[in-house]
Protein backbone atom coordinates (compact mmCIF):
# COMPACT_ATOMS: atom_id res chain seq x y z
CA UNK A 1 0.00 0.00 0.00
CA UNK A 2 0.82 3.64 0.13
CA UNK A 3 3.64 4.90 2.04
CA UNK A 4 2.26 7.82 4.65
CA UNK A 5 4.41 8.55 7.10
CA UNK A 6 5.75 10.81 10.47
CA UNK A 7 8.51 12.59 11.24
CA UNK A 8 8.73 12.94 14.95
CA UNK A 9 7.77 9.88 16.89
CA UNK A 10 7.50 11.56 20.45
CA UNK A 11 6.44 15.23 20.87
CA UNK A 12 6.43 16.61 24.31
CA UNK A 13 4.94 19.88 24.77
CA UNK A 14 3.53 22.27 27.85
CA UNK A 15 -0.22 22.67 28.76
CA UNK A 16 -1.15 25.69 27.14
CA UNK A 17 1.63 25.62 24.53
CA UNK A 18 0.61 25.02 21.25
CA UNK A 19 1.42 21.95 19.32
CA UNK A 20 2.22 20.85 15.63
CA UNK A 21 2.26 17.44 13.88
CA UNK A 22 3.47 16.35 11.26
CA UNK A 23 2.93 14.11 8.38
CA UNK A 24 4.61 12.74 5.25
CA UNK A 25 2.67 10.91 2.66
CA UNK A 26 3.59 9.48 -0.94
CA UNK A 27 0.86 8.93 -3.02
CA UNK A 28 0.04 12.08 -5.22
CA UNK A 29 -3.13 11.00 -5.94
CA UNK A 30 -4.82 10.94 -2.40
CA UNK A 31 -7.45 13.47 -2.11
CA UNK A 32 -8.19 13.07 1.45
CA UNK A 33 -6.61 12.88 4.45
CA UNK A 34 -8.34 12.67 8.47
CA UNK A 35 -6.21 13.04 11.26
CA UNK A 36 -7.12 10.54 14.13
CA UNK A 37 -6.41 10.59 17.88
CA UNK A 38 -5.55 6.85 19.50
CA UNK A 39 -5.91 6.90 23.31
CA UNK A 40 -3.92 3.50 25.05
CA UNK A 41 -6.09 0.34 24.10
CA UNK A 42 -8.85 2.37 22.10
CA UNK A 43 -9.90 2.97 18.46
CA UNK A 44 -8.72 5.96 16.95
CA UNK A 45 -11.03 8.80 17.27
CA UNK A 46 -11.99 11.26 14.07
CA UNK A 47 -10.23 14.69 14.71
CA UNK A 48 -10.64 16.48 11.29
CA UNK A 49 -10.08 15.97 8.02
CA UNK A 50 -9.36 17.86 4.56
CA UNK A 51 -9.61 16.99 0.85
CA UNK A 52 -6.67 18.41 -1.56
CA UNK A 53 -8.79 20.98 -3.10
CA UNK A 54 -8.24 22.77 0.34
CA UNK A 55 -5.22 23.74 1.91
CA UNK A 56 -6.46 24.65 5.62
CA UNK A 57 -9.21 23.81 7.56
CA UNK A 58 -10.01 24.55 11.02
CA UNK A 59 -11.75 23.17 13.75
CA UNK A 60 -12.63 24.00 17.50
CA UNK A 61 -8.90 23.89 18.38
CA UNK A 62 -6.94 22.07 15.65
CA UNK A 63 -5.80 22.99 12.69
CA UNK A 64 -4.64 20.65 9.21
CA UNK A 65 -2.61 22.58 6.31
CA UNK A 66 -2.17 20.33 3.53
CA UNK A 67 1.23 21.38 1.08
CA UNK A 68 -0.01 18.87 -1.73
CA UNK A 69 3.60 20.15 -3.40
CA UNK A 70 5.79 18.65 -0.81
CA UNK A 71 2.99 15.90 0.08
CA UNK A 72 2.85 16.81 3.75
CA UNK A 73 0.22 17.57 6.11
CA UNK A 74 0.28 18.77 9.76
CA UNK A 75 -1.72 19.01 12.77
CA UNK A 76 -1.89 22.03 14.77
CA UNK A 77 -3.34 22.53 17.96
CA UNK A 78 -3.76 25.02 20.15
CA UNK A 79 -3.44 25.57 23.99
CA UNK A 80 -2.85 21.92 24.49
CA UNK A 81 -4.65 20.50 27.59
CA UNK A 82 -3.73 17.12 28.97
CA UNK A 83 -6.63 15.24 27.71
CA UNK A 84 -5.02 16.06 24.19
CA UNK A 85 -2.16 13.16 25.72
CA UNK A 86 -2.41 10.29 22.95
CA UNK A 87 -1.02 8.75 19.54
CA UNK A 88 -1.68 10.97 16.55
CA UNK A 89 -2.33 9.39 13.19
CA UNK A 90 -2.87 10.70 9.69
CA UNK A 91 -4.43 8.96 7.31
CA UNK A 92 -4.68 9.52 3.23
CA UNK A 93 -7.08 7.91 0.66
CA UNK A 94 -7.75 8.04 -2.73
CA UNK A 95 -11.15 7.97 -4.66
CA UNK A 96 -12.89 6.97 -1.57
CA UNK A 97 -11.19 3.62 -1.20
CA UNK A 98 -8.88 2.85 1.53
CA UNK A 99 -7.43 4.58 4.06
CA UNK A 100 -3.40 4.00 4.61
CA UNK A 101 -2.45 5.34 8.19
CA UNK A 102 0.95 6.86 9.22
CA UNK A 103 3.31 5.55 11.73
CA UNK A 104 2.00 7.72 14.36
CA UNK A 105 3.17 10.62 16.67
CA UNK A 106 3.11 10.54 20.53
CA UNK A 107 2.10 13.54 22.25
CA UNK A 108 3.29 14.40 25.97
CA UNK A 109 1.61 17.18 27.78
CA UNK A 110 3.27 18.23 30.87
CA UNK A 111 1.10 19.77 33.17
CA UNK B 1 -21.37 10.35 15.26
CA UNK B 2 -21.88 7.43 14.06
CA UNK B 3 -20.89 4.07 16.20
CA UNK B 4 -19.30 1.22 14.97
CA UNK B 5 -18.88 -1.60 18.00
CA UNK B 6 -16.51 -4.63 18.25
CA UNK B 7 -17.21 -7.70 20.02
CA UNK B 8 -15.25 -8.89 21.66
CA UNK B 9 -12.88 -6.09 24.16
CA UNK B 10 -10.95 -8.56 24.65
CA UNK B 11 -9.75 -12.11 23.86
CA UNK B 12 -7.40 -15.18 25.31
CA UNK B 13 -7.26 -18.24 23.66
CA UNK B 14 -5.00 -21.60 23.28
CA UNK B 15 -2.93 -21.48 20.41
CA UNK B 16 -4.70 -23.80 17.53
CA UNK B 17 -8.00 -22.35 17.99
CA UNK B 18 -9.66 -19.88 16.51
CA UNK B 19 -11.04 -16.80 17.44
CA UNK B 20 -14.08 -14.55 15.75
CA UNK B 21 -14.51 -10.66 16.10
CA UNK B 22 -17.37 -8.95 15.05
CA UNK B 23 -17.82 -5.25 13.80
CA UNK B 24 -21.26 -3.94 13.93
CA UNK B 25 -22.10 -0.86 12.61
CA UNK B 26 -24.99 0.97 15.11
CA UNK B 27 -26.84 3.64 13.59
CA UNK B 28 -25.72 3.44 10.28
CA UNK B 29 -25.19 1.34 6.97
CA UNK B 30 -22.20 0.53 5.81
CA UNK B 31 -21.25 -1.22 2.80
CA UNK B 32 -17.58 -1.37 3.46
CA UNK B 33 -15.56 -2.10 6.41
CA UNK B 34 -12.46 -2.39 6.91
CA UNK B 35 -10.01 -4.60 9.17
CA UNK B 36 -6.85 -3.23 10.52
CA UNK B 37 -4.05 -4.74 12.68
CA UNK B 38 -2.29 -2.86 15.51
CA UNK B 39 0.91 -3.95 17.15
CA UNK B 40 2.26 -2.20 20.37
CA UNK B 41 3.40 0.91 19.02
CA UNK B 42 3.00 0.55 15.79
CA UNK B 43 0.42 2.19 13.32
CA UNK B 44 -2.30 0.66 11.96
CA UNK B 45 -1.66 -1.88 8.90
CA UNK B 46 -5.12 -2.33 6.89
CA UNK B 47 -5.17 -6.04 6.43
CA UNK B 48 -8.43 -6.49 4.20
CA UNK B 49 -11.35 -4.14 2.79
CA UNK B 50 -14.86 -6.25 3.61
CA UNK B 51 -17.49 -5.71 1.18
CA UNK B 52 -20.91 -6.18 1.74
CA UNK B 53 -22.28 -9.44 -0.45
CA UNK B 54 -18.69 -10.32 -1.79
CA UNK B 55 -15.80 -11.81 -1.20
CA UNK B 56 -13.31 -9.22 1.12
CA UNK B 57 -9.92 -7.95 -0.71
CA UNK B 58 -7.00 -8.46 1.13
CA UNK B 59 -3.89 -6.45 1.39
CA UNK B 60 -0.56 -8.03 -0.26
CA UNK B 61 0.80 -10.32 3.12
CA UNK B 62 -2.01 -10.58 4.57
CA UNK B 63 -3.13 -14.83 3.97
CA UNK B 64 -7.24 -14.72 3.45
CA UNK B 65 -7.00 -18.10 4.61
CA UNK B 66 -6.16 -17.57 8.21
CA UNK B 67 -7.96 -14.39 8.42
CA UNK B 68 -11.33 -15.12 7.08
CA UNK B 69 -13.64 -11.92 6.60
CA UNK B 70 -17.39 -12.38 6.18
CA UNK B 71 -19.61 -9.34 5.66
CA UNK B 72 -23.30 -10.38 5.52
CA UNK B 73 -25.27 -7.46 5.80
CA UNK B 74 -24.86 -3.83 5.89
CA UNK B 75 -24.44 -3.74 9.54
CA UNK B 76 -21.92 -6.86 10.57
CA UNK B 77 -19.16 -7.71 9.52
CA UNK B 78 -16.80 -10.53 11.28
CA UNK B 79 -13.16 -11.36 11.11
CA UNK B 80 -12.36 -15.07 12.23
CA UNK B 81 -8.34 -15.56 13.11
CA UNK B 82 -8.26 -19.22 12.39
CA UNK B 83 -5.30 -21.64 13.98
CA UNK B 84 -4.31 -18.70 16.13
CA UNK B 85 -0.44 -18.71 17.25
CA UNK B 86 1.20 -16.43 19.81
CA UNK B 87 2.12 -14.43 16.50
CA UNK B 88 -1.21 -13.23 15.70
CA UNK B 89 -1.49 -11.77 19.18
CA UNK B 90 -2.56 -7.91 18.16
CA UNK B 91 -4.98 -5.38 18.20
CA UNK B 92 -7.81 -5.56 15.54
CA UNK B 93 -9.47 -2.79 14.64
CA UNK B 94 -12.44 -2.56 12.03
CA UNK B 95 -13.83 1.06 10.44
CA UNK B 96 -16.89 1.31 8.61
CA UNK B 97 -17.88 3.97 5.91
CA UNK B 98 -21.15 5.35 6.01
CA UNK B 99 -23.06 5.09 2.75
CA UNK B 100 -24.83 8.58 2.65
CA UNK B 101 -21.31 10.41 3.67
CA UNK B 102 -18.89 7.93 2.04
CA UNK B 103 -16.27 9.61 3.76
CA UNK B 104 -15.19 9.59 6.98
CA UNK B 105 -14.69 6.32 8.17
CA UNK B 106 -15.91 5.12 12.14
CA UNK B 107 -13.79 2.92 14.08
CA UNK B 108 -14.62 0.36 16.52
CA UNK B 109 -12.91 0.17 20.05
CA UNK B 110 -10.71 -3.03 18.71
CA UNK B 111 -10.15 -6.14 19.91
CA UNK B 112 -6.98 -7.13 22.27
CA UNK B 113 -6.04 -11.08 21.19
CA UNK B 114 -3.33 -12.47 23.19
CA UNK B 115 -3.03 -16.21 21.75
CA UNK B 116 -1.22 -18.37 24.40
Known amino acids: GESVGLHLPTLSVQEGDNSIINCAYS??????FIWYKQESGKGPQFIIDIRSNMDKRQGQRVTVLLNKTVKHLSLQIAATQPGDSAVYFC??????????FGSGTKLNVKP | GAVVSQHPSWVICKSGTSVKIECRSL??????MFWYRQFPKQSLMLMATSNEGSKATYEQGVEKDKFLINHASLTLSTLTVTSAHPEDSSFYIC????????????FGQGTRLTVV
Open chain 2, 27 to 32: DFQATT
Open chain 1, 91 to 100: AENENFNKFY
Open chain 1, 27 to 32: NSASDY
Open chain 2, 95 to 106: SARDIVRNTEAF
